[in-house]
Structures are given as C-alpha cells and as structure tokens.
C-alpha cells in the first residue's frame, strides 16, 4: 500500500524559509513522480512542483519559480521542498502527492495524481 506523508509545515513571516518533507512508501522502485500542490482557502488547488524518482527531473511552477527549490533522497524515499522568501500569498495547505507520470508543465492543477497525502498547512504572516 502506497502512504505519504507530509511534514514540516507550520507558522512563519514573511521572507522566511520552511522545508516541507513527503515520505513514500510502498513503491517497489524508483519509478514514481512525487509532486507537491497547494490549496488557499478559497481558492483553486495549484500544481507547485514535482519530481521524478528516478531520473530527477523537475517541474517548478512560475508563481514560486527561484524562490521553492524540490530535491530527493532516494535512500530515505523522501522528498523535499525548500521554501524560501515565503510571501503571504504562499499561506495554504500544501500536499504531497505520487504517480508514475510526469505531469505536464506547466502542471495542471486537477492532474490526476494516483496518490495523495493528508497535507500540511503553511501560514506565512504579513
């Protein structure tokens, strides 16, 4: 069964950084794309980046283009989101999602990932 679990959220200012992690598990191997998206209260779910397993490949979306960096530990099966220059426009709850697809970019916000986490919510303060 395939699990993932968000962590790293929380509160920060404006500027600040945060490192969001996704661990996977129960892939038999590393040919899976795990992806992160981000939901404002009342607003569309937005694709913000994912990346391949197993060729490292990424998407980045423009709104956080030089500002969300994505990197992989495939020992530990967890990826990574580094978040810098935070801005309140980047409060929402942010999931981490996986499939054997790369999605398309720039990535679609309904793309039909196969599997989702719980997610984490980011508040960033003015």
């Known amino acids: 069964e395939v699990q993932l679990v968000e962590s790293g959220g929380g509160l920060v200012q404006a500027g600040g950084s945060l490192r969001l992690s996704c661990a996977a598990s129960?892939?038999?191997?590393?040919?899976?794309?795990v992806g992160w998206f981000r939901q404002a209260p009342g607003k569309e779910r937005e694709g913000v980046s994912c990346?391949?397993?197993?060729?490292?490949?990424?998407h980045v979306a423009d709104s956080v283009k030089g500002r969300f960096t994505l990197s992989s530990d495939n020992a530990k099966n967890t990826v990574y989101l580094q978040m810098n220059s935070l801005k309140p426009e980047d409060t929402a709850v942010y999931y981490c999602?996986?499939?054997?697809?790369?999605?398309?970019?720039?990535?679609?916000?309904?793309?039909?990932?196969?599997?989702w986490g719980k997610g984490t919510l980011v508040t960033v303060s003015s």
């Open positions: 129960g892939f038999t191997s590393d040919d899976y794309v």
């Open positions: 999602a996986a499939d054997p697809y790369l999605p398309p970019t720039p990535i679609p916000a309904n793309y039909p990932m196969d599997y």
């Open positions: 990346i391949s397993m197993s060729d490292g490949s990424t």
